[in-house]
């Protein structure tokens, strides 16, 4: 079994809005205290590590197993961080995250590979 038969854009289900769109690509289990829906739960986890982790900029952060990136938008624009390092098993997932990024001009600020 390889990794993107494991880890493809399956949890793009997820993130569908009562419309139908799909506008975020969150890919965690979320933090389902305020949370109604799982893109708001999903953004609060990465909220919630952000502040824990004091990220600000001038940082570089490393993220391993990185799903669809949002949490890399999220901490490149929220927090301001200097740039993002992501390693992923799945090459389907890193081409979807760095489109994402492109589409967001935040792609000269993270680097992503499929390892």
């Known amino acids: ?59 570089r952060v490393l993220d391993v197993g990185f799903g669809l990136g949002e949490q890399i938008k999220l901490w490149l624009t929220h927090y301001g961080v200097d740039s993002v390092l992501g390693f992923n098993p799945s090459t389907i997932q890193v081409s979807y995250a760095q489109e994402m990024l492109e589409r967001a001009s935040l792609d000269e600020r993270a680097t992503l590979e499929a390892r």
């Open 1 to 59: 079994m390889t990794a993107d038969s494991t880890f493809g854009l399956d949890e793009l289900i997820l993130n569908r809005s009562p419309s139908g769109d799909v506008t975020t690509a969150w890919a965690n289990l979320g933090l389902w205290d305020d949370a109604e829906s799982y893109p708001d739960a999903a953004r609060a986890l990465a909220l919630r590590l952000g502040d824990a982790l004091e990220l600000s900029s001038g940082q």
